[in-house]
């Protein structure tokens, strides 16, 4: 039986960290991994040879920058998901998250979304965007599903 493609994305830092919590599952599925290019990433590539692709690091922070990164980003989200054609996206945001979730649902993909560890009581901006179409989203603090009530209340990720 083939395993199922698995693209877990997320952009870097705490929602990588998070993320990188479910690295027990990347052996027993056909996995791949997409972050944000940071010297501190590129160790994932010795780690997980063959499965690592990178995005274009920005945040709105770069504001000069940001819609031409965001552009970027999107058409080489694209070219991965062409690339990769993933059963399941997995991710825990933030905006490099968000395109790559939007191509998946609208080619086939089932996209499983876990909302921050960070925030207890407020949306993040790509859990708004993603939680109307996400075929599992999964929050980490009981008080969230007030916020999201279809949600599935799933405890700590670490």
């Known amino acids: 039986m083939e395993k199922k493609r698995v693209l877990f994305i997320s952009s870097t830092g705490g929602h990588l960290n998070e993320l990188l919590q479910l690295k027990d599952l990347f052996d027993r599925y056909d996995s791949y991994l997409i972050t944000e290019k940071t010297k501190s990433n590129l160790s994932l590539l010795k780690k997980y040879p063959g499965k690592v692709s990178f995005l274009v690091y920005g945040t709105k922070s770069h504001f000069l920058t940001y ?12 070219y991965f998901y062409l690339k990769i054609h993933p059963d399941y996206i997995i991710t825990t945001g933030t905006h490099t998250a968000g395109p790559m979730c939007c191509i998946g649902k609208i080619l086939g993909s089932r996209i499983i979304y ?37 949600s599935i209340y799933g405890g700590w990720i670490f």
């Open 67 to 78: 819609p031409f990164r965001l552009f970027w980003n999107c058409c080489k989200s694209l």
């Open 114 to 150: 876990i909302e921050t560890f960070a925030n207890i009581h407020s949306k993040t901006a790509t859990g708004k965007l993603i939680y109307p179409f996400a075929d599992m989203f999964i929050v980490q603090w009981e008080s969230m599903k007030k916020l999201y009530p279809d």
